[in-house]
C-alpha cells in the first residue's frame, strides 16, 4: 500500500502473492487484472505483481499503470478489467483472421480500428480499446468525405437498426477520456460518441395515453414486422406504411426461408388493430398513418434531443452545421432531425449506408498516449515534462514507424488536461508555453461553461502525446457505376400530414447540379434517402448528396390544444429535456465540488401556479419539495418583473435544509404582463455557516446554528445580479459562510442554469404557441394522475410505524377510496417536534410521498405534481415531519426523509427496508473540508435481491475517487468493502451495506449523520431484518 506522496505504508507481500496467483492459475483462471492504489503514479508495486503473473503462467497481464497511468482508481480499475477479459478473446480473433489472410506471414498488413479513432496493427490490438471501435469509424468516414466535399462543421448522425449515434465536429477529432460503457467506467482516449436507443428497429408501444418508440428493439430476429416473422411494429414498420418504404425496392429475402418480399399487409394490418387499441382508450379516432407519422416525429424527437446533448448543450450553436447522415437508417429520417435542430443542409455520401467500414479504410494509424502529472502550471513544471515528452514521442513514433509507416509520415501531437484547481473537470489543450497553455484553457472554459477563475491555480493533470501515421491517400470519388433506370414510378406516400404524390429515383441517375425537389425517394445499394416537401437534392460531380432546405419552415407547429398521444409523449420528453439541459449547464458552471462533480442539484420547471411539470433525474428530496418553494416566492410576490430572480433555502417555506438553497425564475410572456412559467435549480452548497464546517452540526437544536437562513430574497433585479446584497447576507450573522465567494459562483451557475431553462421554453413556445404549450401541462400532468390512480386500485387500506434509534417515530395510515379512486396518507402518530436536528420540513414529506407513489408506477412516466393529485397528505402540526421555526432540521433533510419513504414502503409491503440512512459524514478544519454520503444496501422485494453498496430513495450522489480523496485531503482510505452478509436473509437477500474506514492525518472535526444504529432495517413476509450500523472513533 503506498501513499498518495509515495510512502510505502504496506510492503508488497511477494509470497502471498505468488499463493494467491497460483490458487487463480490452479483453478483456471488465465487472465488476470492488477491495480493498485496510487499505482498510477507509483508502479513498482504493480510491476512486480504484472511480473509474478507472466512468471506464473497466465496469459494476460493488465497492469493499470500500463493500460491507463491517470489518476482515478475506480475507472482505472474497470478500464483494466475490461482489458483483462476482453484482450484474450480479442487476440483469438485476431489471429484467427490473420492467419487466414496471411497463412504464410506474408501479404497485406492486418489492421484493426480503435476507439480513438485511429488504426493500428493486429499485434498492438488492446480490449480497452476495442469498445467503439465501429461508430468511431463513422466518425472518421464522415469527416474524411464532409471536409472532401468542403464542409467542416458537423453533426455525425448514424441511424442503424438498433440505436443512434451522434457526434460533433468542428475542425478535430472530440475525445473524451472517460466514458461508461454498458455501466463500466472506461478511462481510454475515446471518439466522443452519444447513443440513444432509437433505431430502423425500435418497437413501438402504445401504453394507454402515450405512443412510445423503445427502447427495445426487434432486432433482426425477428425483426421488425414487415420482415415476416411475427416480429412487432417498429419504426421501419411505419416507413413502410406511409410509403417511404416500398417492397417492390427490396430483395425478396424476407420470411421464415428468407425467399419473401416485404411484408406490408401485416405491417397494415397491425397498424388497423393499433388505431382500433388507441381509439378505445382515448376516444379519439386517428388513421393507422397518422399514428405511424406520430412514432416517427418520437422517433426524431430522441434523436434531436441525442444531438443537443453533445452540441446545443456544450455551447454550439448549430444552425449553420451540416448534417451529416449515414446508417442503414439515416437517410430515411435525414430531412426531419434537420427541421427540429434547425439545421438547413444533409450530406450523405454515396457509400453513406456503410460509411463506418469505409471511415475504417480512411482512417490514419494512431498511437494515443497518456501520462499522469497532478502539479501546478509553471515553467518550472514544463521544463522538467520535456524529457518525458521527449521520450513518449521517441516511444510512439517507433510504435507507429513498426506498423509500416516511413519517417516522413509520422507526425506527433502533444497536449495537456488542465483544470482548475479543487475541480475534477480537465480540458484539453494544446502544449506550449504556459501563457499559450493558459489562454487556450481559458479560451475552452469560456466557451463551454461560460467563466473563466483567474484566481485559482491551474493544475495540470495530465500529459498526452498522439502519433499519427499517415496511411496512404483514397480516392473519395466511388467507381462510376452505370446509371440506374432513372425515375422508377410515382407512387403515393404521407409526408408532412398529407398524402403526397412522390416521385422514387435511382441516386446514380441524377444528374450532377440539377436539383430534385421534395417529395422524393431516392433509392440506392446501401440505403433509402427520403427527400421531404421543401427540401431539394442535389447530385455532386464527385457522387455526393447534398440536400437543402429550400421553403421556410413553417415558425409554428400547428397542433391542437386537445390531447393528443404522440404529442403528449413529445412534450413528456421536451420538458425533461429541458430540464436535463438545466442540469448540464449548472454541473458546467458550478464552481464546488459539491454540485460540479457530487452532482448534489436539481432542475426543474414549474407551471404559473408552482406546480411541478418536469425534472431531470437528479435528487428525490429535491424535486418533490421545490414546489414549495415556487409557491412561497409566489405568495410573497405579488409583483414580480421580468429579469429578477429569488434565492431561498428557508426549511419552512418549501427549503430542505439550509446547504440547499434554491433559485427560483419566472418566465414571463413575451409582453411582459404575466408570469407563464417558473423555472428553478437547487443545489447543495458545501457550506452555508454554522457552527461546523459543512454547515451540518450533528447536536444542533435550532435552525440557526445550521447556517445563513435565506428566505424570498431577491438575487438579481431586472437582469441585474445583486452581488453586494447576496454577499452581505453569507456574511453575516452569528456563524457566517465560511467561504461565500464560492456560494455566489455556485449561486451564479444555477441563474445561468434557469437562464437556459428559459431560453428553451421560449424556443417550445414559439414552435408551438403558448396556448398548445400550457395545454399539454396540463396533460403531462394528467397523464401522471392516471398512473397513480391504477395504482391506488391495486392498494389496500394499510398502516405501519417505523420507530427510529433514539425512540421518535414516523407512522403512516393510508386509506383507500377505490370509489373515487384516491388515497389519504395520514401521518398522525407521527411523534412530535424532535428536540434534535432530526425534524423535516412539510416539503420533504410530501417529496417522500410523490417518490414512493411513482415509484409504484410500473411503468416510465414523469415525476410532476399529477402523482400527488389522487393523495390527500395529513401532516400533524408540530411534529417531527411539519415543525415550525426554530427547529433544527439538517437531519431531518437527510435521514428522516428516507424514514418517510421505508414508512411508506412499510405500509405497501412491496419492499424491504433498505439501509434507511445516508450514513452523513462530514469533517474538516479551517482548510479543508470534505462531505460523504456512504452508499449501503437496497431492500429486496417479492422477485429479487436487493443490490449491494449503493445509494437508495431519496439520494443518489457520489463519492469522491479514493486517488482524488487521499491526494486533496490529508487522509487515508483505509478500506471500502462491502459488508458480506448484513443485507438480511430471506428468499430474496437485502443488500449488503459497506465498511469505511477513513484515517485523518491532521486534526478534524467529525459530524456523523446517520441512523440504524439501534434500530435494525426491517423484512417483509418473513425475511430478516438487515443489520444495524457502526460508528467508531477509533484512536
Not at 425534472?615 to 414580480?640: C, D
Request: negative net charge; contains cysteine.
Amino acid at each position: 500500500r503506498m501513499s498518495a506522496q509515495g510512502e510505502v505504508i504496506t510492503a508488497l507481500g511477494l509470497e502471498a502473492a505468488r499463493a494467491a496467483l497460483q490458487k487463480a492459475k490452479t483453478d483456471g483462471f488465465d487472465s488476470v487484472a492488477i491495480a493498485l492504489l496510487h499505482g498510477y503514479r507509483y508502479t513498482e508495486h504493480e510491476a512486480a505483481l504484472g511480473a509474478l503473473a507472466r512468471e506464473i503462467g497466465f496469459s494476460q497481464v493488465s497492469v493499470s499503470h500500463e493500460v491507463s497511468p491517470l489518476m482515478k482508481l475506480v475507472s482505472r480499475g474497470d478500464t483494466t478489467v475490461v482489458d483483462a477479459y476482453l484482450s484474450p478473446i480479442l487476440r483469438r480473433y485476431v489471429n484467427q483472421v490473420d492467419s487466414q489472410l496471411r497463412p504464410d506471414g506474408q501479404g497485406p498488413r492486418l489492421m484493426f480500428m480503435q476507439s480513438n479513432g485511429g488504426l493500428t496493427d493486429a499485434h498492438h490490438f488492446q480490449g480497452k480499446d476495442a469498445l467503439l471501435s465501429g461508430p468511431a469509424g463513422g466518425v472518421v468516414g464522415m469527416v474524411r468525405t464532409a471536409e472532401a466535399a468542403g464542409f467542416d462543421r458537423l453533426i455525425g448522425f448514424d441511424m442503424g437498426g438498433t440505436s443512434t449515434d451522434v457526434s460533433h465536429y468542428a475542425g478535430e477529432l472530440e475525445r473524451t477520456h472517460e466514458t461508461q460503457v454498458a455501466g463500466v467506467r472506461v478511462r481510454a482516449p475515446m471518439i466522443h460518441i452519444h447513443t440513444v436507443a432509437a433505431g430502423g428497429g425500435s418497437i413501438l408501444h402504445f401504453d394507454g395515453a402515450r405512443l412510445r418508440v423503445g427502447p427495445d428493439s426487434a432486432g433482426a430476429d425477428p425483426g421488425p414486422a414487415c420482415y415476416g416473422n411475427g416480429g412487432p411494429l417498429a419504426i421501419t414498420d411505419a416507413n413502410v406504411l406511409l410509403g417511404r418504404l416500398r417492397p417492390e425496392f427490396f430483395p425478396q429475402v424476407f420470411g421464415p426461408k428468407g425467399d419473401q418480399p416485404l411484408d406490408a399487409s401485416t405491417v397494415r394490418q397491425q397498424f388497423d388493430v393499433l388505431a382500433d387499441t388507441i381509439s378505445a382508450a382515448s376516444g379519439v379516432r386517428q388513421t393507422p398513418e397518422a399514428i405511424a407519422e406520430g412514432f416517427l416525429s418520437i422517433a426524431v424527437e430522441n434523436m434531436a434531443n441525442a444531438i443537443k446533448k453533445i452540441s446545443v448543450q456544450r455551447g454550439y450553436d448549430i444552425t449553420s452545421y451540416t448534417l451529416v447522415c449515414f446508417g442503414g437508417a439515416g437517410g430515411q429520417h435525414a430531412g426531419l432531425v434537420a427541421d427540429r435542430l434547425g439545421i438547413s443542409r444533409i450530406h450523405l455520401h454515396p457509400h453513406a449506408g456503410v460509411l463506418s467500414a469505409l471511415g475504417i479504410g480512411l482512417a490514419d494509424i494512431r498511437q494515443v498516449v497518456d501520462g499522469s502529472v497532478e502539479a501546478n502550471l509553471n515553467q518550472e513544471l514544463l521544463a522538467d515534462l520535456a524529457p518525458r515528452w521527449a521520450q513518449m514521442e521517441a516511444d510512439g513514433k517507433a510504435t507507429v514507424a513498426g506498423q509500416g509507416v516511413t519517417e516522413d509520415r509520422i507526425s506527433a501531437l502533444r497536449r495537456l488536461g488542465l483544470r482548475y484547481t479543487g475541480s475534477d473537470t480537465a480540458l484539453s489543450v494544446a502544449a506550449g508555453s504556459v501563457a499559450e497553455v493558459q489562454a487556450a484553457f481559458e479560451e475552452q472554459h469560456q466557451a463551454r461553461f461560460g467563466f473563466i477563475s483567474p484566481e485559482k491555480t491551474l493544475v495540470v493533470e495530465s500529459m498526452q502525446v498522439e502519433t499519427v501515421g499517415a496511411t496512404d491517400a483514397v480516392d473519395l470519388v466511388p467507381e462510376a457505376v452505370a446509371p440506374g433506370a432513372g425515375q422508377q414510378g410515382v407512387f403515393s406516400t404521407v409526408m408532412a400530414s398529407q398524402s403526397r404524390d412522390t416521385v422514387f429515383v435511382d441516386r446514380s441517375s441524377l444528374t450532377p447540379g440539377q436539383p430534385l425537389a421534395g417529395p422524393a425517394v431516392l433509392l440506392e445499394e446501401t440505403g433509402t434517402t427520403v427527400v421531404e416537401p421543401g427540401w431539394a437534392a442535389t447530385a455532386q460531380t464527385n457522387g455526393d448528396l447534398v440536400l437543402e432546405r429550400v421553403e421556410a419552415l413553417p415558425t409554428q407547429v400547428a397542433v391542437g390544444t386537445t390531447v393528443d398521444p404522440v404529442q403528449l409523449e413529445i412534450f413528456n420528453n421536451l420538458f425533461m429535456n429541458i430540464a436535463e439541459q438545466m442540469g448540464v449547464v449548472l454541473e458546467n458552471t458550478a464552481a464546488s465540488v459539491n454540485i460540479k462533480e457530487r452532482l448534489d442539484f436539481s432542475c426543474a420547471i414549474f407551471d404559473p401556479s408552482g406546480e411541478l411539470i418536469a425534472n431531470a433525474p437528479h435528487m428525490p428530496v429535491h424535486l418533490g419539495s421545490m414546489s414549495e418553494s415556487i409557491k412561497s416566492i409566489i405568495r410573497q410576490n405579488p409583483h414580480m418583473n421580468p429579469g429578477d430572480v429569488y434565492v431561498m433555502n428557508a426549511p419552512y417555506n418549501g427549503g430542505t435544509h439550509l446547504p440547499d438553497i434554491t433559485v427560483i425564475k419566472p418566465v414571463f410572456n413575451d409582453a411582459e404582463t404575466e408570469v407563464i412559467f417558473y423555472v428553478a435549480s437547487r443545489g447543495h452548497h458545501a457550506d452555508v455557516g454554522g457552527r461546523v464546517p459543512g454547515s451540518a452540526p450533528a447536536d444542533s437544536t435550532t435552525v440557526d446554528e445550521e447556517g445563513v437562513l435565506i428566505d424570498n430574497l431577491l438575487l438579481v433585479s431586472e437582469g441585474r445580479f445583486l452581488y453586494d446584497e447576496i454577499h452581505a447576507v453569507l456574511t453575516g450573522g452569528r456563524w457566517p459562510a465560511r467561504n461565500a465567494e464560492q456560494n455566489i459562483a455556485d449561486l451564479q451557475a444555477q441563474v445561468a442554469a434557469c437562464e437556459k431553462g428559459t431560453t428553451e421554453l421560449r424556443q417550445v413556445i414559439d414552435h408551438y404557441s403558448l396556448e398548445v404549450v400550457h395545454a399539454y401541462m396540463g396533460h403531462v400532468k394528467d397523464n401522471a394522475e392516471e398512473s397513480v390512480r391504477r395504482v391506488i386500485d391495486a392498494l389496500t387500506d394499510s398502516s405501519f410505524t417505523y420507530r427510529m434509534d433514539d425512540g421518535h417515530q414516523v407512522s403512516v395510515t393510508i386509506t383507500v377510496d377505490h370509489a373515487d379512486r384516491s388515497a389519504c396518507i395520514d401521518f398522525t402518530g407521527t411523534s412530535d417536534t424532535h428536540p434534535g436536528n432530526f425534524n423535516a420540513p412539510s416539503s420533504i414529506a410530501h417529496a417522500a410521498v410523490l417518490y414512493v407513489f411513482r415509484c409504484l408506477v410500473n411503468d416510465d412516466i414523469p415525476l410532476n405534481a399529477g402523482c400527488m393529485k389522487p393523495l390527500q397528505v395529513v401532516l400533524p402540526d408540530e411534529s417531527m415531519i411539519n415543525p415550525s421555526y426554530p427547529a433544527a432540521v439538517i437531519a431531518g433533510n437527510v435521514e428522516t426523509s428516507q424514514v418517510v419513504v421505508d414508512t411508506l414502503f412499510g405500509a405497501v409491503g412491496v419492499m424491504a427496508a433498505p439501509q434507511g440512512t445516508m450514513n452523513n459524514f462530514i469533517w474538516g478544519n479551517d482548510e479543508y473540508q470534505n462531505y460523504e454520503t456512504i452508499c449501503g444496501g437496497s431492500g429486496a422485494t417479492a422477485r429479487a435481491d436487493g443490490c449491494d453498496a449503493v445509494h437508495t430513495h431519496m439520494t443518489n450522489s457520489r463519492l469522491t475517487d479514493p486517488e482524488v480523496l487521499e491526494w486533496r485531503f490529508p487522509v487515508r482510505l483505509e478500506t471500502f468493502h462491502i459488508r458480506r452478509g448484513s443485507g438480511g436473509a430471506g428468499k430474496h437477500r437485502g443488500g449488503d451495506g459497506t465498511v469505511r474506514r477513513v484515517l485523518f492525518e491532521e486534526a478534524m472535526e467529525v459530524n456523523v449523520l446517520s441512523g440504524h444504529r439501534v434500530v435494525p432495517p426491517y423484512g417483509v413476509d418473513g425475511g430478516l431484518p438487515g443489520a444495524v450500523g457502526h460508528t467508531r472513533l477509533i484512536a
